[in-house]
């Protein structure tokens, strides 16, 4: 086996928001609903979870809310997250808890894609987490309003033991981590090999909708302003797929996603 069995998208949340937050300088002034998703690989080495959505702690709590999702930064509000949209029920429908889970691989540190790491943790779950040193170093800036501090940290107060990477890499075969900065300093995406249909290419927060694909339009929230290394992303990511005949999944795309089957790869 060399390659991964199986890829199950996770709605985690759904987030009602301004499109120009997906859509660089495009869509001011219009809503749309986003999915926000994390993905479960299976492969014959170990399960990877490719991002971990929000704490649900700071949506359900009306005191944790109204701290975090300030109106002044978060001018359209806190994602819709039922508890029964965190991991650890996701996981339990599929017959798991969060110890079988190995690496979970951050793609990066925004609250909606690694705020569910501590839930985890609390759940059992002892898996390696991946990050980029670039992503982490520029998340414990502070200057990113989309990074939640505590997200970094444990119950105690103490950095997360995250297993710190630098560049592209292999985590299982067919399983390859793909750099794609722009919307954060250290972004990743992930190809995925299966054993049925063509390879996955999770764009993650490279390409949040369809459009950010076809148009090759950026991504709304850029680190640093970085319009071009997030271009250039998209590029890179469209090209990959064209040489691998790889599918590409954008991340924030709720017509996408409705059309998605709940698992591919294998039958069990
Ligand atoms: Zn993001």
């Known amino acids: 086996m060399t390659r991964a069995t199986r890829l199950w998208p996770l709605l985690t949340a759904t987030h009602r928001y301004d499109k120009s937050i997906s859509t660089y300088r495009r869509g001011a002034g219009q809503t749309i609903e986003a999915p926000i998703l994390a993905y479960l690989v299976e492969t014959p080495n170990g399960r990877i979870l490719y991002d ?110 995250f297993t710190v990477r630098e560049g592209e890499y292999e985590l299982t075969p067919g399983v390859q981590a793909v750099a794609t900065p722009g919307h954060t300093a250290g972004h990743m995406s992930m190809w995925i090999e299966l054993p049925t249909g063509a390879p996955v290419l999770l764009c993650g927060d490279a390409a949040d909708l369809q459009e950010n694909l076809d148009d090759e339009v950026a991504p709304g929230g850029l680190w640093q302003g970085r319009e071009a290394q997030a271009i250039a992303s998209i590029r890179k990511l469209k090209a990959l797929a064209a040489e691998t005949g790889a599918e590409l999944w954008p991340n924030h795309d709720m017509d996408f996603f409705r059309r998605l089957p709940a698992v591919r790869g294998e039958p069990s």
Not at 71 to 80: L, N, R, S, T, W
Not at 105 to 133: K, N
Request: aromatic share 6%.
């Open 52 to 161: 971990v959505g929000c704490d649900h702690a700071k949506i359900a709590d009306p005191a944790l809310r109204a701290r975090h999702y300030d109106p002044a930064v978060f001018a359209f509000g806190a994602p819709e997250m039922g508890e029964e949209q965190c991991l650890p029920r996701h996981l339990a429908r599929l017959g798991l808890t969060p110890a079988d889970v190995d690496v979970v691989f951050v793609g990066h540190l925004h609250f909606d894609h690694a705020g569910g790491l501590r839930e985890l943790r609390r759940c059992g779950c002892g898996a390696e987490i991946h990050v980029q040193q670039e992503e982490l170093k520029a998340a414990r800036s502070g200057e990113d309003v989309a990074v939640f501090a505590d997200e970094l940290l444990d119950q105690a107060g103490r950095p997360l033991p």
